[in-house]
């Protein structure tokens, strides 16, 4: 049972554009969220993270947005550039434990 | 300081053999949690550890298991290995407190032939 989901497997942006990715989860027990990115053959670095008490968490180009009764999060990338090409996943810490969910992942290719 | 250093990267096992894979957190991180990554699934939890007591259990087969020593590195053994086994096998470190972030070693590539 996929408790985090990232619905678009991939996704292209011209440099220089916004990146929205997406993430849904249906756990409420869920209190903080992070936004990994992954090149290939590297483990996943941390990004992002925002907690529950917020809506937004800014970090230069990226933004991270939470809409908790729709159980949304979404991360902007502005401007997006090239080596932003990976794969970035979001991931969800319940209230009650350690453990990370994820979601499968939105590959992102940055179009120079 | 040091990042999460996982050993061996590549690894080639037949089919009924079993494994034994390494994490080394970083330095005072206590929590150590392993994930396996195939295409399509993402990361999928395998177990957590803290103080060498494991705290959480993904739904995974009892021929993954896991230890963690004294001082926080962590093993996980797979026995019986399947074809399905074969993916890339993650540890992370955190630090006790909850609500952080947990990093990231670069894997072990298992591929079961």
């Known amino acids: 049972d996929q408790q985090v989901k990232q619905n678009s497997p991939s996704l292209s942006v011209q440099e220089g554009r916004i990146s929205i990715l997406n993430c849904d989860y249906t756990n409420s027990m869920f209190d903080y969220f992070l936004w990994y990115k992954k090149y290939p053959a590297e483990g996943p670095t941390f990004l992002i993270s925002i907690s529950s008490i917020k809506d937004k968490n800014e970090d230069g180009r990226f933004t991270v947005f939470l809409n908790k009764s729709a159980k949304h999060l979404s991360l902007h990338i502005v401007p997006s550039q090239p080596g932003d090409s990976a794969v970035y996943f979001c991931?969800?810490?319940?209230?009650?434990?350690?453990?990370?969910?994820f979601g499968t992942g939105t590959s992102l290719t940055v179009i120079p | 300081k040091a990042g999460v250093t996982q050993t061996p990267r590549y690894l080639i096992k037949t089919r009924g053999q079993q494994v034994t894979l390494s994490c080394s957190p970083i330095s005072g991180h206590r929590s150590v949690s392993w994930y396996q990554q195939t295409p399509g699934q993402g990361l999928q939890f395998l177990f957590e550890y803290f103080s060498e007591t494991q705290r959480n259990k993904g739904n995974f087969p009892g021929r993954f298991s896991g230890r963690q020593f004294s001082n926080s590195r962590s093993e996980m053994n797979v026995s019986t290995l399947e074809l399905g086994d074969s993916a890339l096998y993650l540890c992370?470190?955190?630090?006790?407190?909850?609500?952080?972030?947990?990093?990231f070693g670069q894997g072990t590539r298992l591929t079961v032939v």
């Open positions: 992370a470190s955190s630090l006790q407190d909850k609500n952080t972030e947990a990093f």
């Open positions: 991931a969800a810490i319940s209230n009650t434990g350690n453990q990370f969910y």
